[in-house]
């Protein structure tokens, strides 16, 4: 509580490391104190802290946190805020997504606005709301909120104005991985099965949503006197997928 009476609540975002590594009690201190708090009440941390919230412009309650434990933990009570504002379908600001992803350079990103009153129920965007960079060095974005990387590496500030104003914004990150690895260095697939090899790729230990193109890759047969394909390696929905060859059992290097 502020010595005027506001109220404040905070959940971090959990282990999440590096986008977030946690509090300690004495930095969810230092941090209410910076926001004006002049007293605070501490709930439960570990695995049983989870903020779930309905986003702007959506009818939904989500998890928007990271709970320690990897997923949602039952719990016996919660804090619940609810708003009994009025909707009024005005619009008045913007929930723009993606956010806080990793890209490749020269990438394609479809950015998307969810639109919101006031009090934050759904409000449709207006036509004539714009897509803009922060910084057009890193690449351009159409009418459509379509961002074209030109390879230049680092953040993207991607903002939707309107009527002269910023009412969305999202960043996101172009970096060439810096790891790539295999979560295991063997991998059994069934005949004509498919498989993504437990393929790893990251950036500062943040995925990295690769496209068509980015890895080249090579199969080989560890057979050295047979010259059939052990299988092939397409890339669908975001995703490299390793298929198998169907009619023997082979075993090679990818």
Same mark, same amino acid.
């Given at each position: 509580? @502020?010595?005027?009476?506001?109220?404040? @609540?905070?959940?971090?975002?959990?282990?999440?490391?590096?986008?977030?590594?946690?509090?300690?009690?004495?930095?969810?201190?230092?941090?209410l104190i910076a926001q004006g708090c002049v007293n605070a009440l501490m709930l439960d941390g570990s695995g049983s802290a989870e903020w779930c919230a309905r986003y702007e412009g959506t009818d939904n309650v989500v998890s928007v946190s990271h709970p320690s434990d990897g997923s949602s933990r039952a719990v016996g009570s919660c804090l619940l805020i609810v708003s009994t504002a009025a909707p009024d379908g005005v619009f008045a600001r913007a929930s723009v997504t993606p956010g806080m992803s990793v890209y490749t350079p020269d990438s394609i990103v479809h950015f998307s606005a969810v639109g919101a009153d006031s009090a934050g129920n759904p409000a449709a965007v207006p036509d004539d709301?714009?897509?803009?960079?922060?910084d057009s060095s890193m690449g351009s974005i159409d009418s459509d909120g379509v961002f074209t990387s030109n390879?230049?590496?680092?953040?993207?500030?991607v903002n939707l104005?309107?009527?002269?104003?910023?009412c969305g914004s999202a960043t996101?990150?172009?970096?060439?991985?810096?790891?790539?690895?295999?979560?295991?260095p063997n991998e059994d697939v069934g005949r004509g099965k498919t498989s993504n090899l437990g393929?790893?790729?990251?950036?500062?230990?943040?995925?990295?949503?690769?496209?068509?193109?980015?890895?080249?890759?090579?199969?080989?047969n560890d057979d050295e006197t047979s010259d059939v394909a052990i299988g092939t390696i397409a890339f669908s929905d975001g995703k490299y997928l390793f298929t198998s060859n169907s009619s023997i059992t082979c075993s090679g290097t990818v």
């Open positions: 509580i @502020t010595a005027e009476g506001k109220v404040v @609540t905070f959940c971090t975002y959990g282990n999440s490391y590096p986008i977030s590594c946690g509090y300690t009690w004495s930095e969810v201190a230092d941090y709301a714009e897509w803009s960079l922060v390879g230049a590496q680092g953040d993207v500030k104005v309107y009527d002269g104003k910023i996101i990150t172009i970096a060439a991985p810096d790891s790539i690895t295999f979560s295991k393929l790893q790729v990251r950036y500062q230990n943040r995925d990295v949503i690769l496209k068509d193109g980015d890895i080249v890759w090579t199969l080989t």
